[in-house]
């Protein structure tokens, strides 16, 4: 079975932290993405990585970074976290074209 | 922006009847996935239907998609409780990488 793995089901950091949410794939998958969900809003693309070392922006990058040293982990990266990314996000793979396989999610609130 | 628009944003039907939720996306694709996701839990891909097919089964899901009108219907038949759940559904666009998903559609079934 496929598994990607999201390093925490809840996270608490303090406004003007700098956060990591980590993931991990086991499947050699090209593709990884890392997306927001907000009530009402669906899922929101923040960043996404068609390969090692590169990446690309979503549709809400700002306030966000991303890291991908190797084909199997890709890093969200909060440089300062605000109140406003308190959200649940969601890690994504899949091989190229195919069908994508999520995370459990990690539900992080800022105070 | 989301490519992909669902509607609509909720449904309640009761156990044994059939359930429609409709997809528009923008730009072109080239494959159109539904996903499924439990009350707080990660996304369940459904199903992927390429850009040259017009329909596709799988066991109680049809799946349409019309490239002209830019659209796709996910049916649900003989739906059931435990069928409530969100759904959405995922454009695969053509000029790269990207897999955007609109806002969904909120189902519930009645027993």
């Known amino acids: 079975d496929v598994k990607v793995t999201q390093s925490s089901r809840y996270l608490v950091k303090r406004t003007g932290e700098k956060v990591f949410l980590e993931c991990v794939q086991d499947m050699d998958h090209e593709n990884m993405f890392w997306y927001r969900q907000d009530p009402g809003l669906g899922l929101r693309l923040i960043y996404f990585s068609y390969d090692v070392k590169m990446k690309e922006k979503g549709d809400i990058p700002e306030g966000y970074s991303v890291s991908r040293e190797k084909k199997e982990r890709f890093s969200l990266i909060l440089e300062s976290a605000s109140t406003n990314q308190t959200s649940m996000y969601l890690c994504?793979?899949?091989?190229?074209?195919?069908?994508?396989?999520f995370g459990q999610g990690t539900r992080l609130t800022v105070v | 922006s989301q490519q992909g628009e669902e509607d609509p944003q909720a449904l309640s039907i009761q156990e044994g009847e059939n359930a429609t939720m409709n997809c528009s996306y923008k730009t072109s694709i080239n494959n159109l996935q539904w996903y499924r996701q439990n009350s707080g839990r990660g996304l369940v891909h459904l199903i992927l239907?390429?850009?040259?097919?017009r329909e596709k089964h799988s066991g109680r899901l049809r799946v349409t998609l019309d490239t002209s009108k830019k659209s796709s219907s996910l049916l649900i038949t003989a739906s059931r409780a435990a069928d409530t759940a969100s759904y959405f559904c995922?454009?695969?666009?053509?000029?790269?990488?990207?897999?955007?998903f609109g806002e969904g559609t909120q189902l519930t079934v009645n027993p």
């Open positions: 995922a454009t695969d666009e053509a000029s790269g990488s990207r897999l955007t």
């Open positions: 239907i390429r850009s040259n097919e």
């Open positions: 994504a793979s899949r091989a190229l074209g195919g069908q994508a396989f």
